[in-house]
């Protein structure tokens, strides 16, 4: 493990994984890790353009990894654009996991 993940370590107890199909293995996934912990800028654009930022607010973090990996989907960078083509038909549920996570 690099030396630099371990100042992250110490912000979350909690690490994302990506794993084997088989089930055998698993990597930890650190730049998903460091939106968890807040270490990195995490955000959603709202379907109606308003951004909401994430860094410090795992709870929502949590909400929309899992809505995305629910649905087979991934994003590749710290910021989830749901006005995205092809990320209409998620709007509605991050938009409300976003939410209530911030409210």
Known sequence: ???DYLAVLHRTRDVVL?????GRSFVVD??????LAGTAAAGVILPDGREVALAGRPAAVWAVM????SQGL???GPV???RRRGMSGLAGPPA???GMAVA
């Open 1 to 3: 493990m690099p030396l």
């Open 18 to 22: 990506c794993a084997a199909p088989d």
């Open 30 to 35: 650190w730049v998903r890790t460091n939106l």
């Open 66 to 69: 899992n809505l995305l990996a």
């Open 74 to 76: 991934s994003n590749p």
């Open 80 to 82: 989830l654009d749901l």
């Open 96 to 98: 409300e996991a976003v």
